[in-house]
């Protein structure tokens, strides 16, 4: 009977570890900010490597093509294009072998989201923004002309869409690149 609850104490331990705390924060920018470190449950927030990026799910595509790297003359980038069952995502491989996510669009229910929000038919119009606060920009856009909730990070580097279309949350989208 100890035994027992020592190895579940070790379990609940061990799970707790791996899956990271959802942060508490109210703010609109702590939360923008941790989404952005951890895109559907990607942890950019520690190296990655090619491998383990492949090792989200099953692939249903992976292309690549190589492009001139503007910061090393004579060395090329490989860009990879990678397709889940739910989610995509672009991510670059530079000459130092560094991986770098370019961006992530998860249209699926497979992965898990923080603060409580989940892809599919909305309770309540306003969701999103009960969660996330106030939109920095409202668009149009991808997913057939849908409407986008916008937030970016503190620089305006970074940003985090939510896409809506018939009142369901269609797609997530994660852009590290410049924002606009």
């Given at each position: 009977?100890?035994?027992?609850?020592?190895?579940?104490?070790?379990?609940?331990?061990?799970?707790?570890?791996?899956?990271p705390?959802?942060?508490?924060?109210?703010?609109?920018?702590?939360?923008?900010?941790?989404?952005?470190?951890?895109?559907?449950?990607?942890?950019?927030?520690?190296?990655?490597?090619?491998?383990?990026?492949?090792?989200?799910?099953?692939?249903?595509?992976?292309?690549?093509?190589?492009?001139?790297?503007p910061?090393?003359?004579?060395?090329n980038?490989?860009?990879?294009?990678?397709?889940?069952?739910?989610?995509?995502?672009?991510?670059?491989?530079?000459p130092?072998?560094?991986?770098?996510?370019?961006?992530?669009?998860?249209?699926?229910?497979?992965?898990?989201?923080p603060?409580?929000?989940?892809?599919?038919?909305?309770?309540?119009?306003?969701?999103?923004?009960a969660?996330?606060?106030?939109?920095?920009?409202?668009?149009?856009?991808?997913?057939?002309?849908?409407?986008?909730?916008?937030?970016?990070?503190?620089?305006?580097?970074?940003?985090?869409?939510?896409?809506?279309?018939?009142?369901?949350?269609?797609?997530?989208?994660?852009?590290?690149?410049?924002?606009?």
């Amino acid at each position: 009977m100890l035994f027992r609850a020592f190895l579940s104490t070790l379990v609940i331990a061990a799970f707790s570890v791996a899956a990271p705390a959802e942060p508490s924060c109210t703010d609109k920018r702590c939360r923008v900010e941790w989404l952005l470190k951890r895109p559907a449950g990607i942890a950019l927030d520690k190296k990655l490597s090619l491998a383990r990026l492949k090792k989200l799910a099953h692939i249903v595509s992976d292309r690549s093509e190589v492009r001139p790297n503007p910061n090393y003359p004579g060395e090329n980038d490989e860009i990879h294009s990678i397709a889940f069952d739910g989610l995509c995502l672009h991510a670059t491989v530079t000459p130092e072998k560094a991986v770098l996510v370019d961006w992530v669009e998860l249209t699926g229910k497979k992965f898990a989201l923080p603060f409580g929000l989940k892809l599919g038919p909305l309770e309540n119009p306003k969701e999103v923004q009960a969660v996330m606060g106030e939109p920095d920009r409202v668009g149009r856009g991808t997913l057939r002309n849908a409407r986008q909730l916008i937030y970016y990070n503190q620089e305006r580097t970074e940003s985090v869409t939510f896409v809506l279309r018939g009142g369901a949350l269609k797609a997530i989208i994660w852009n590290y690149g410049i924002a606009d």
